[in-house]
């Protein structure tokens, strides 16, 4: 199983992006899906996760009201919409597929990073 993300990029503060976790095969439909996020200077933080039916999500206090993830399992991607975004949200952004919750421990497939640079 190879997970993709994509979607990172250059945006100023107050902007937009959206993240996208592209599957090779149709597991987000048996997996929750997380998006986790690392810099040079932090350890690896949970940001928001989904969990496999599309019901449930769960997010970090610091991007609740600002970011939404989202699944499309007929597409096998799960989406990360990234609003409002500050300068502190600059980090390197991994998707990951597995059991549901908010540690890295639960999630067995991980795909590599896209970096999201916010400037002020």
């Known amino acids: 199983v190879q997970l993709q993300a994509s979607g990172g990029g250059l945006v100023q503060a107050g902007g937009s992006l959206r993240l996208s976790c592209a599957a090779s095969?149709?597991?987000?439909?048996?997996?929750?899906v997380a998006w986790f996020r690392q810099t040079p200077v932090k350890e690896r933080e949970f940001v928001a996760t989904i969990s496999h039916s599309g019901g449930i999500t769960r997010y970090a206090d610091s991007v609740k009201g600002r970011f939404a993830i989202s699944k499309d399992n007929a597409k096998n991607t799960v989406y990360l919409q990234m609003n409002s975004l500050i300068p502190e949200d600059t980090a390197v952004y991994f998707c990951a597929a597995g059991a549901y919750g908010d540690h890295e421990r639960t999630y067995i497939f991980w795909g590599q990073g896209t970096l999201v640079t916010v400037s002020s």
């Open positions: 095969t149709q597991i987000f439909s048996h997996y929750a």
